[in-house]
């Protein structure tokens, strides 16, 4: 494959569009990414592999970028990513034993609730300001499910903390910072495991999500929030009944 062809320029294109999405609402890298490829005919693992390699650096940008604009909590994120990098380590060891589709329609169901609380935000709606008080299994789950399913980090996690009321701006930040070491966990599990030969796709999405991480951090400061959460909760709704209805059928 031509590092200036055609091909290569797509996936930076794919990564590009994807980490602009991810920065700026806290989600969708691994699920906008890994379905393209997907669908491209590559295998699961190789798939989940590639994508998370080129995570490793776009998240480092994007959680440094939302550190650098007041956009983390440093407390929650140490709290959500110590569980968070368990959870990966584990579901990337399965993802290269036992298939991870039997799962995928309960973890849907949970987003689909999620995202109606936060669109009921969106319009109004008040929701109380709760903290999440498992933070560990929060990281945990999402971690697992990031792992196994190319994608999901952001959708877990962001979601359930903005459906708690969560501020949009540190709740994105703060998912995008811990999903650094997070990924790189995911990674390191991947390579051990089954080996990473598709670098060509790794340093297209690479090119194309470092580009768009600072202008994504910027977007999130600058946006209000109820822009932020209906386009969170319009995604994940999206999401969620396309993943369950897929299932169904």
Same mark, same amino acid.
């Given at each position: 494959m031509d590092l200036l062809g055609g091909d290569f320029m797509l996936f930076v294109l794919i990564g590009l569009c994807a980490q602009l999405v991810d920065g700026a609402l806290g989600m969708a890298y691994g699920l906008v990414s890994s379905s393209i490829l997907l669908a491209m005919g590559l295998p699961p693992a190789a798939v989940?592999?590639?994508?998370?390699?080129?995570?490793?650096?776009? %998240?480092?940008?994007?959680? /440094?970028?939302? *550190?650098?604009?007041?956009?983390?909590?440093?407390?929650?994120?140490?709290?959500?990513a110590i569980p968070g990098v368990i959870?990966?380590?584990?579901?990337?060891?399965?993802?290269?034993?036992?298939p991870g589709d039997a799962i995928k329609p309960f973890v849907y169901a949970?987003?689909?609730v999620l995202a109606v609380l936060i669109l009921l935000r969106a319009i109004g709606r008040r929701i109380p300001r709760n903290q999440v008080r498992r933070v560990g299994v929060l990281g945990f789950f999402a971690g697992l499910l990031d792992a196994i399913g190319g994608g999901g980090w952001?959708?877990?996690? %962001?979601?359930?903390?903005? /459906?708690?009321? *969560?501020?949009?701006r540190t709740s994105i930040g703060t998912v995008s910072a811990s999903e650094f070491v997070v990924t790189l966990a995911i990674?390191?599990?991947?390579?051990l495991t089954v080996g990473i030969s598709h670098w060509q796709i790794v340093l297209g999405l690479l090119a194309g999500g470092v580009i768009?991480?600072?202008?994504?951090?910027?977007?999130v400061k600058?946006?209000?929030?109820?822009?932020?959460l209906g386009a969170v909760g319009s995604l994940i709704l999206a999401i969620s009944v396309f993943q369950i209805s897929h299932a169904l059928a």
């Open positions: 989940s592999a590639s994508v998370h390699t080129a995570e490793v650096f776009t %998240t480092g940008v994007s959680g /440094a970028s939302h *550190g650098l604009l007041g956009n983390v909590d440093r407390k929650l994120m140490v709290r959500l959870g990966g380590v584990i579901g990337a060891y399965v993802l290269t034993q036992l949970y987003l689909l952001g959708p877990m996690a %962001t979601s359930t903390l903005l /459906a708690r009321g *969560g501020e949009a990674s390191i599990t991947f390579l768009a991480a600072p202008l994504a951090a910027m977007l600058h946006l209000p929030e109820r822009a932020v």
